[in-house]
């Protein structure tokens, strides 16, 4: 007769069941998309981070590592993430956002009449930054007056960024509630804030890798269904 004996103080670790879109992936890095509503990473159980290795390939090279993320998104917040999969291509991503030559493009819809484009530079956290934006499109609103949908260029990345900016020049990002005007208050509907762009060289393979995803289908439903960006 065979017995066999657990140990009662080994604690089964959880895995996180969570499936990613995933956009665009090599043995090198990967692009998926964020759901709103959960962190990119942090001490919480629950977040992108413990997600990736079951929604990505285990990279064949020899410095192959655990997926992790190589820039962050907003809790609120949804679209494109890069991520790296090896400890070089990680260390060569990090780089590239240093130097400012990864091109970040995010769709917000913004409260109140404005203008068809600008640039915001207020000082973010007493550091120096700068936000350009571009009006794409516009509807008249019986609550806010106008919603804007705009083309979001952040030039700097400062923490939270475009959420105070916008709320700086008098145009909360529809669903803002740390920063916005509590008036605007949206209940129930999040951020309407999305990750849209992403391009870049890809640092080993020297590719132009050029990333765009579609727009949100709660944002078709305030600017309609047959709303492209190329319109």
């Known amino acids: 007769m065979i017995s066999i004996q657990q140990d009662v103080n080994v604690k089964t670790q959880r895995q996180l069941i969570l499936p990613l879109k995933v956009v665009f992936e090599d043995d090198y890095l990967a692009i998926i998309e964020k759901p709103a509503g959960i962190l990119v990473s942090g001490n919480s159980f629950k977040t992108v981070d ?6 990505l390939q285990l990279s064949a090279l020899p410095d192959a590592c655990r997926p992790r993320p190589v820039h962050r998104l907003d809790f609120p917040t949804t679209g494109l993430l890069l991520v790296g999969k090896t400890t070089s291509a990680i260390a060569a991503l990090n780089q590239l956002f240093e130097l400012k030559i990864i091109q970040k493009r995010y769709l917000a819809i913004c409260i109140g009449e404005m203008e068809q484009h600008g640039f915001i530079k207020d000082p973010v956290d007493g550091k120096p930054a700068q936000s350009n934006y571009k009006k794409l499109t516009s509807v008249k609103s019986e609550r806010f007056n106008f919603l804007n949908l ?4 952040p030039v700097t990345g400062r923490r939270h960024q475009l959420r105070k ?13 740390e920063y916005g005007k509590p008036e605007f208050l949206l209940k ?6 999305h990750a849209l762009s992403l391009e870049f060289t890809h640092p ?14 709660r944002f078709q439903k305030i600017f309609g269904f047959n709303y492209s960006l190329e319109a």
């Open 150 to 153: 705009l083309l979001l260029q």
């Open 50 to 55: 413990n997600a990736l290795a079951q929604n």
């Open 165 to 177: 900016h916008l709320a700086a020049i008098g145009h909360d990002i529809l669903g803002e509630r």
């Open 188 to 193: 129930g509907k999040g951020l309407y804030l």
């Open 204 to 217: 080993h393979s020297g590719n132009e890798i050029h990333i765009q995803s579609k727009i949100p289908e």
